[in-house]
């Protein structure tokens, strides 16, 4: 599996992004996928996932009820929807795939088999 990250840029605190990860290969549905997001200075960390077919979500403590992670098994394609951003979101983002994960948990860093590269999102205050 490929991904390809898209969507970031610069917004006001405030503002919105939608971010985008296309997936390449047959198999997207088996996969969970998730976004991690990695701030200048800082380890890169876990914000959302959601399990195969979408049935279950999971979200970082502080993006719950801001962001939402969404996906489109048709169009092999993942969404981050971020509403009310802060500068404390600015940091570059990344997609990931993971052919297990047991979603009761925040995806760790070892649970993706791929990952794409990342998207700058950058929130102005």
């Known amino acids: 599996v490929q991904l390809q990250a898209s969507g970031g840029g610069l917004v006001q605190a405030g503002g919105s992004l939608r971010l985008s990860c296309a997936a390449s290969g047959r198999t997207f549905s088996n996969y969970a996928m998730g976004w991690f997001r990695q701030a200048p200075g800082k380890e890169r960390e876990f914000v959302a996932a959601i399990a195969w077919r979408g049935v279950w979500t999971y979200y970082q403590h502080s993006v719950q009820g801001r962001f939402t992670i969404s996906r489109d098994d048709a169009k092999n394609a993942v969404f981050l929807l971020m509403n009310s951003l802060s500068p404390e979101d600015t940091a570059v983002y990344y997609c990931?795939?993971?052919?297990?994960?047991?979603?009761?948990?925040?995806?760790?860093?070892?649970?993706?088999?791929?990952w794409g590269q990342g998207t700058q999102v950058t929130v102005s205050s």
């Open positions: 990931a795939a993971a052919r297990t994960w047991p979603y009761n948990r925040p995806m760790t860093q070892n649970d993706p088999d791929y």
